[in-house]
């Protein structure tokens, strides 16, 4: 029972982290109907960023808890205008063209991003010191619950409903909506699309800068190949939940982590990616759509 | 139980009938109990205003579709929902209201695409090129030659297919489906964008395809085409049959016209300008 | 109908419309390339017998990359998949039973082949985006399984070693050259069953399932077939260049067919022109033979190959080299 009830703090943990890099994938997948495969890599760079932020002398005069703020603002800013560059330069040019285009351009940033990563910072794996978030954990039962994990749960939580309301209950968010569901009509509704495309480049990134960085947090380390294994499980978690469906995002990132905590757990650490992997393909298979998705169909 | 094939003449064996269909997407009813059947050298015709669901009755016979209810059958098998392929199979063919021509291939390669299932190669008799597969080559080429001659596109047979003119490419297409020498062919629109002069060529080609031993449905909005052409005319609206029967009765019969009528704002709707016409001269 | 009018039309030779200038150019020179790539051993460096043998090796893969997402239009990023099993299957045959090499051949490109079936065929039917995913998948449980050393016969994490050449008409393959040559020549092999592919329905029936599905399958094309069947054709061949693989480096590890490997196998194809043998051959030069001109820079391969593939997409989307319209 405590394993069970470890395995499950461990798992909406990782959840939440896979759930706010999901949303970048699904927020653009909406949208644009084009799998940013950049992602991965620019919710690493806010690790990448954010360490950095940690790490310089320059702020050494400021207390733990404003550094940790003030190194989650600095990813969440760079990124997102690296995300924004991304789509000026890598996406936006070949709007009308044919979708395989954007695939390649986007596989091409991504090399680009995380090849970069590697030139600037180093190949090596980057530490994160140890003395950033207080060393508490509480017992539940025989399970533990760390300082770093309640922190991540709450924060993913809070974005996630705030996201939510967001995408419901603003004008903004609807418009973003309604771009996602028809670009065209949303156009002649008067919806300014370029903005809304905009924003979800802003959007998507900073949660996503927000995941990577916890991601260092909780491994307290981190390296430039993490996006591509992070951001696969994340667009994985995206794609069970129904690629382009925001409440499928953070249901997929949810269920991915319990299931990675807990396939880890039973099965095997090792064959961890596979099972995953194994995960998806069933489910495709049965829903070609995803859990939450839309079914398609072909006009003649 | 099916009567015995006669040679030519309509009123023979009916080769497709289609037995209370329907089709239902989500909440909407597109074909409600449609029931009708082509015989064996017929040109039939289904009419109807915009959006009564003609399309959509042609690509549940072809199997782009899969009906709800009701049943659809071929030499009196059913063939309700089967994969379009089989259905190509068993000797039907169409040809698209889009026009559905192979991009960035020639009218030579789009017609040839028309004899896929004539084709004997097997998989690896093409990759070693064996003597063969070049001979069943050069017959594939001849016999879409032959087809290219009678449509008058033997000039352009070279020519990438999308970069011919409108009409052009409607023949190609239609070259496409005789190639196979079905025994069915279904054309949906097929004088869309033509003048009036391809027009009456559009007619004596599809006497000439009826000629040749092979049955025709089409869908049209020309009149000019329907009610000169056709044996038997079902005109369908909301997706349900208003009326059949031979082109003269359906011109002045009042459903139909009510049907036509009952459009907002079709000032050029031939079948209205037609019937105006008549009303003129009697 | 009108016959009178016409002029007599001689009927044209092929399926295939005549070819371009640049196109008869190119099917001289490009034999005459081959036959001077024969020279390579005699006088090249070393360094450079390695890399003509590894371009051949990658040609055949990026070739048959070119099969099944060129031609028949599928998504496949994990191609890789059957490189590694068709050297995998080889390095296993020949170390673990003793096989002789040449016998793992046809064993290889056989089992790869009947992968490729096996596991297409219940995704065919996904949509691009997600079919693109499970072919992600499918490559990651294959590294995954090679890592873990599943049955306890691909040596892990580190592979097997120690693959040996074959022995034909008792001169054993053993030196670098000895390999070029073999790889040369497969290379030619394949280039000629390609060619053949393009002028024989199967190759027209992948362009029409890729150009306009429903259209086909209103032709009678079974298209879930076909797709199957490139997916076979395409990883058996694969396969075969895996075994070359294995013995050019007489090494296999999981290290080699991994995800990345196979992004640059679907690059090569859209950034050298989909359906384009040239194209093709050209994608494979750029990636593998070019960074080795310049082996100060290696580190930068991938950041410039990023670059590349974006400025090619915006600036020209059809390929560095097309296929010529009217054949593809």
């Known amino acids: 029972m405590d394993f069970i009830l470890q395995q499950f703090i461990n798992g909406v943990t990782v959840g939440g982290i896979y759930a706010l890099i999901a949303l970048g994938y699904t927020m653009v997948y909406g949208v644009l109907k084009m799998i940013n495969f950049a992602h991965g890599d620019l919710c690493i760079l806010g690790a990448f960023i954010g360490l950095t932020t940690l790490t310089s002398g320059a702020l050494g005069g400021l207390s733990t808890p404003v550094l940790l703020v003030l190194a989650f603002l600095i990813a969440m800013i760079v990124v997102a205008v690296a995300g924004t560059l991304l789509d000026q330069f890598a996406y936006k040019p070949l709007r009308k063209a044919h979708r395989l285009s954007a695939v390649v351009s986007a596989l091409g940033a991504s090399m680009l991003i995380e090849n970069g990563i590697m030139l600037i910072w180093s190949p090596n794996v980057q530490v994160f010191p140890n003395n950033l978030l207080p060393n508490i954990s509480w017992q539940i039962g025989g399970a533990y619950l760390s300082f770093v994990q309640l922190l991540i749960i709450i924060c993913a939580f809070l974005l996630m409903a705030a996201l939510y309301f967001f995408v419901h209950h603003t004008r903004v968010g609807t418009a973003i909506r309604a771009t996602a569901i028809d670009q065209d009509a949303a156009r002649l509704m008067g919806i300014n699309v370029n903005r809304v495309i905009a924003m979800v480049f802003i959007i998507g990134p900073v949660l996503g800068a927000i995941g990577g960085l916890f991601i260092g947090l909780y491994y307290r380390q981190t390296y430039f190949t993490m996006g591509w294994s992070y951001g696969l499980n994340a667009f994985i978690a995206a794609i069970i939940g129904g690629i382009g469906n925001i409440p499928g995002a953070m249901l997929g990132g949810l269920v991915l982590g319990l299931f990675n905590a807990f396939a880890a757990g039973y099965i095997s650490s090792s064959w961890q990616d596979a099972i995953t992997f194994a995960l998806l393909i069933a489910i495709l298979l049965v829903r070609p759509s995803g859990l939450l998705g839309e079914r398609v169909a072909e006009k003649v | 139980m099916n009567p015995p094939l006669s040679s030519n003449p309509p009123s023979g064996e009916v080769l497709l009938e289609l037995d209370r269909v329907g089709i239902s997407f989500g909440g909407l009813r597109a074909v409600d109990d449609l029931s009708f059947q082509v015989r064996r050298g017929e040109i039939v015709g289904l009419i109807g205003p915009n959006g009564a669901g003609k399309t959509t009755v042609f690509n549940m016979i072809t199997g782009v579709y899969r009906p709800t209810d009701g049943q659809i059958r071929w030499h009196g098998q059913e063939i309700t929902g089967l994969a379009p392929h089989l259905i190509a199979k068993a000797g039907v063919r169409r040809t698209f209201q889009t026009i559905r021509l192979f991009a960035d291939m020639t009218v030579l390669e789009n017609v040839i695409a028309g004899q896929h299932l004539l084709m004997q190669q097997s998989w690896w008799q093409g990759l070693l090129r064996t003597p063969a597969q070049r001979r069943e080559e050069h017959a594939l080429v001849e016999r879409a030659m032959e087809v290219l001659h009678q449509l008058d596109l033997a000039d352009v047979a070279q020519e990438i297919a999308t970069s011919l003119p409108y009409g052009a490419q409607r023949r190609v297409e239609m070259a496409r489906t005789l190639v196979a020498r079905p025994e069915l062919i279904i054309l949906d629109e097929p004088a869309a964008g033509l003048n009036e002069q391809e027009s009456a060529g559009l007619n004596d080609t599809i006497r000439a395809i009826r000629d040749a031993g092979i049955t025709v449905i089409l869908v049209e909005h020309d009149m000019s085409v329907v009610m000169n052409v056709t044996d038997n005319i079902v005109v369908i609206n909301f997706g349900k049959k208003i009326a059949e029967g031979k082109p003269a009765d359906i011109r002045t019969n009042p459903l139909v016209i009510e049907a036509y009528l009952g459009q907002d704002d079709d000032e050029d709707d031939p079948l209205m300008n037609a019937i105006h016409e008549e009303q003129a001269q009697s | ?328």
Do not use: C
């Open chain 3, 1 to 328: 109908m009108n016959h009178a009018n016409q002029t007599a039309q001689p009927t044209p030779a092929t399926v295939a419309p005549p070819a371009g200038a640049g196109t008869r150019l190119l099917r001289i020179v490009g034999p005459l390339l081959w036959v001077a790539g024969l020279a390579i051993p005699s006088v090249m460096s070393p360094a450079w017998i390695t890399i003509g043998g590894i371009f051949a090796i990658y040609s055949i893969v990026a070739l048959s990359q070119d099969i099944v997402l060129g031609r028949a239009g599928m998504y496949d990023m994990g191609h890789a998949v059957f490189f590694g099993i068709g050297a995998y299957t080889s390095a296993i045959l020949s170390l673990s039973f003793n096989w002789p090499i040449l016998w793992t051949i046809p064993v290889a490109i056989v089992l790869a082949a009947a992968l490729g079936a096996i596991l297409s065929a219940p995704i065919v039917k996904l949509r691009g985006d997600y079919l693109l995913v499970v072919t992600i998948g499918f490559n990651a449980i294959f590294v995954l399984a090679m890592k873990n050393n599943v049955f306890g016969l691909t040596g892990g994490a580190d592979g097997l070693f120690g693959v040996s050449g074959p022995t034909l008409f008792g001169h054993m393959f053993g030196t670098q050259s000895d390999l070029f040559y073999l790889n040369w020549v497969v290379m030619a092999i394949v280039l000629w069953l390609m060619r053949n592919l393009d002028r024989s329905s199967l190759g027209r029936t992948f362009r029409y399932i890729k150009h306009d599905e429903l259209a086909a399958t209103t032709l009678g094309v079974n298209a879930r077939n076909y797709k199957v069947a490139a997916f076979a054709l395409s990883a058996g061949i694969a396969g075969l260049a895996g075994t070359l693989f294995a013995m050019q480096l007489s090494a296999v590890s999981p290290g080699s067919f991994q995800f990345t490997d196979s992004v640059v196998l679907f690059a090569i194809v859209l950034v050298g022109g989909q359906a384009s043998v040239p194209g093709v051959l050209l994608g494979t030069a750029m990636m593998f033979v070019v960074p080795q001109i310049f082996t100060e820079f290696a580190q930068y391969r991938y950041l410039v190959f990023g670059i590349a593939m974006i400025l090619v997409m915006i600036l020209r989307p059809q390929g560095i080299w097309p296929a010529r319209k009217g054949a593809l």
